[in-house]
């Protein structure tokens, strides 16, 4: 059966172009829309029927549901949303539903009343089951999101294998008692990066310590919280791998107030990125995912639903990497070495 992306090929042109062609011919030179319409003709090519119904009542508009809307790292994914939905003629709605489930369940009214073509949700907590049901009646993608199983279109990075990574690198530093500070464990990311943590550590011959796992909530005032906690035991942690940026810094403070050097004293990694993080006293050293860019595929998935073309591979997984910088103590170690 011959696709957009077929049209687009032979017309040389993009899916998008193809699409503003059969949806808005007037927003395209004359010059291009003879082009894909002469591909159309030569392709035989006939857009879904079910597309073509929802077009007829479009309202150019996509919903964007995030947890917690001045974390920075969903203002950047959103900010790769906003980029790629400006290109094909959307207009992005944002909706903060503050980690309510509630929230998230009014977000849907907005697409049974036809308000918006689609809707993007990042980390959300509704059921899998629920969630499903959902994508089998509306455009819907998902980012920074982990399902067991299921058909919706996913974008995100390998959260275990990514925290396998940071905290392997604290191993690799030689730490042993390395604490870790998780997200609200009812969210399936945090159980993931929780999960590369305990996976590293086994791994490495090093025994599962509870003392050492506190749960915060993604946020500044959740590490310093959880970071005073750790370092009132008895035999306090020598490294610290945090789920996120902000905690990994409010746990560097709280360290700080205890008289505790980062990273003499204690070693620390985050995780995000976020742009502060480089210019954070000290520099943090953290796993850096593609927010903007997971922005920017979420919103090219759901052009795709929205134009009926198959979404063959459901969940997409961008790469990571892990940033070394002076919270480690790793620049400090081989500034030794080489003196």
């Known amino acids: 059966m011959t696709k957009m992306s077929d049209v687009a090929a032979l017309a040389g042109v993009s899916t998008a172009t ?19 319409l002469e591909a159309i003709e030569e392709l035989n090519y006939q ?69 918006v073509d689609g809707m993007i949700m990042l980390s959300p907590r509704l059921d899998e089951e629920i969630l499903q049901d959902i994508s089998e009646k509306y455009p819907i993608v998902l980012a920074t999101a982990h399902l067991d199983e299921t058909k919706i279109p996913v974008v995100s990075i390998d959260n275990v294998s990514s925290s396998k990574k940071a905290t392997e690198h604290l191993i690799r530093l030689g730490h042993r008692r390395i604490a870790h500070i998780t997200g609200q464990l009812d969210s399936m990311i945090s159980r993931y990066r929780f999960k590369g943590y305990r996976e590293a550590m086994k791994e490495n011959g090093i025994d599962y310590d509870t003392q050492l796992i506190r749960e915060g909530e993604f946020t500044f005032e959740s590490g310093y919280e959880q970071m005073m906690n750790l370092l009132d035991q008895k035999f306090p ?75 063959e591979q459901t969940e997409h997984i961008l790469p990571d990497e892990l940033i070394i910088r002076d919270s480690c103590g790793a620049r400090l170690k081989e500034k030794l070495i080489r003196t």
Do not use: C, W
């Open 18 to 36: 193809v699409s503003r062609v059969l949806r808005n011919p007037e927003t395209v030179t004359e010059t291009t829309k003879q082009k894909v």
């Open 47 to 115: 857009p879904n029927m079910l597309a073509r119904h929802f077009r007829r009542s479009q309202t150019n508009t996509i919903l964007v549901v995030v947890p917690n809307i001045i974390n920075t790292v969903f203002a950047e994914i959103v900010g790769g949303i906003e980029e790629e939905a400006s290109k094909n003629g959307y207009r992005v709605l944002l909706r903060n539903s503050n980690n309510q489930i509630d929230r998230e369940y009014g977000s849907i009214e907005h697409m049974k009343q036809r308000q």
């Open 237 to 311: 942690p020598t490294a610290l791998f945090a789920a996120s940026d902000e905690m990994a810094m409010g746990a560097i403070n709280a360290a700080k107030s205890r008289g505790v050097n980062v990273p003499e004293d204690l070693a620390v990694v985050g995780f995000d990125n976020i742009r502060f993080s480089s210019v954070f006293d000290p520099p943090l050293t953290t796993i850096a995912q593609p927010k903007f860019g997971m922005g920017e595929k979420a919103m090219e998935l759901l052009m795709k639903k929205f134009n009926g073309e198959p979404v």
